[in-house]
């Protein structure tokens, strides 16, 4: 059988003879990608990149709000409970320098929140303790038992309020004394 025509000699290395093949023939394969593709591609992860970062700072703004009404409400809260509210400074080394705990009594369990050096200005009314050197009652409890301690809490104090504080207009009418029935009266 006859080879095929072939448009370089058999002496030229890649062309090989059909018993004996040469080393692979570098021009065949996929053609290289003009530069530009390559300009088109970078400049479409550059704004890719834009658009998460976008959306990283815009999280980051979210969070930010969060935890600025994280720390209103718990002032909010210590003003409700100035009997048992206290400031304690943080001595463990996990969070920023300058953290406290806010510390509060509330349904008979003490509650504890850890407070950013940032948020202290919220709490000037709240007086402040020196930090205990046994842990205080509530440290060891887990958040989950503290966040169902809370709702438990909640529940109770809703359930009260519904109880004690109906409007007027929910009410039930006082009860009217009824006529006695004679015999023959209907």
Request: proline share 16%; charged share 25%.
């Amino acid at each position: 059988m006859p080879s095929p025509p072939s448009d370089r000699s058999p002496d030229e290395p890649g062309a090989g003879s059909p018993r004996t093949p040469g080393p692979p023939d570098r021009t065949l394969g996929p053609p290289a990608e003009p530069p530009h593709r390559l300009a088109l591609d970078l400049d479409d992860c550059r704004q890719e990149r834009d658009r998460w970062q976008r959306h990283a700072d815009s999280y980051e703004r979210e969070l930010t709000r969060a935890l600025l009404e994280r720390a209103h409400l718990l002032a909010w809260l210590a003003v409700l409970h100035p009997s048992s509210a206290v400031l304690t400074p943080v001595t463990d080394s996990d969070g920023p320098g300058g953290s406290h705990l806010l510390r509060l009594e509330a349904g008979g369990q003490q509650l504890s929140w850890r407070l950013a050096p940032a948020d202290l200005p919220l709490f000037t009314h709240v007086p402040c303790t020196e930090p205990a050197t046994a842990p205080p009652r509530g440290d060891g409890q887990a958040p989950l038992d503290q966040a169902a301690h809370l709702r438990r809490h909640i529940h109770l104090l809703a359930m009260e309020g519904i109880l004690f504080t109906a409007p007027a207009e929910k009410r039930p009418a006082p009860v009217r004394p009824v006529r006695p029935v004679r015999p023959g009266d209907h």
